[in-house]
């Protein structure tokens, strides 16, 4: 796990979170854990993407930019707001 929220000059650890893709890639995102500390909804708006199938290597990779929206807890339980606040996803399947 790699998630953290910097605040200052603190870093604050998060627990590991889901991300619900229901509409693929470019379809709003749904990001949350299993704690209420993390409450995001990301919306891409551009999406950048490269492929590859080369004999035994298939790639596809999907690396929308967009919006996120809602809140994240810091270690002290304050939420932090996100409000259209600019950011990327990624989306990765590798076959070799």
């Given at each position: 796990n790699?998630?953290?929220?910097?605040?200052?000059?603190?870093?604050h650890?998060?627990?590991?979170?889901?991300v619900?893709?229901?509409e693929g890639s470019m379809g709003t995102w749904l990001i949350?854990?299993?704690y209420g500390m993390v409450d995001?909804?990301?919306?891409?708006q551009?999406?950048?993407?490269?492929?590859?199938?080369?004999?035994?290597?298939?790639s596809r990779y999907r690396a929308p930019y967009g919006v996120f929206s809602g809140h994240i807890k810091d270690?002290?339980?304050d939420k932090v707001f996100f409000d259209?606040?600019?950011?990327?996803?990624e989306d990765k399947f590798i076959r070799t």
């Open positions: 790699e998630n953290c929220l910097w605040t200052g000059n603190r870093v650890l998060l627990p590991p979170i889901k619900k893709r229901p949350n854990d299993e995001l909804k990301f919306e891409p551009i999406e950048s993407k490269v492929d590859i199938n080369a004999l035994i290597l298939k270690g002290n339980g259209g606040f600019f950011g990327m996803g």
